[in-house]
């Protein structure tokens, strides 16, 4: 049997961090996804690289727009920022964290003002001859 993206334990942890569900709108629609779903999809695709649009149906986590959709809400809400910081919580608090062996860089942490201009290079090569033609 094939080991779960999204194990009991952890969505214990992580249910609980995620936004309240908001009514449907008086118009109707689709029926909404829900969270474990969506997140299973999210953890998918982030974890094989495959394309949005290529999430299996079979996984029934939806469309992998949808998941798309409630991974950029998510993140502009700040909820991705929560389950972060609780992962690292209960990982420090049983002793599995060694912060000794981390690893700061632009590609994660952004450069605002970048570094410093570096100085012109000063030319070194020889000077273009003169043309013989003109």
Same mark, same amino acid.
């Given at each position: 049997? =094939?080991?779960k993206l999204l194990p009991d334990d952890l969505w214990a942890i992580i249910e609980p961090l995620l936004p309240p569900v908001s009514p449907p709108g008086p118009n109707g629609g689709r029926p909404r996804l829900g969270d474990r779903q969506a997140l299973t999809g999210i953890l998918f695709v982030l974890k094989t690289g495959l394309p949005w649009e290529d999430l299996p149906a079979e996984m029934g986590c939806g469309c992998g727009m949808s998941c798309w959709r409630r +991974? =950029? =809400?998510w993140q502009a809400? !700040?909820?991705w920022d929560r389950i972060h910081a609780a +992962? +690292?919580?209960r990982l420090a608090g049983a002793g599995r964290l060694d912060w000794s062996k981390a690893v700061i860089d632009s590609s994660s942490v952004r450069a605002v003002f970048g570094g410093p201009i570096p100085a012109r290079t000063r030319r070194?090569? !020889?000077r273009p001859a003169p043309s013989t033609t003109c």
């Open positions: 049997m =094939a080991r +991974l =950029a =809400a809400d !700040g909820t +992962l +690292l919580e070194i090569g !020889g």
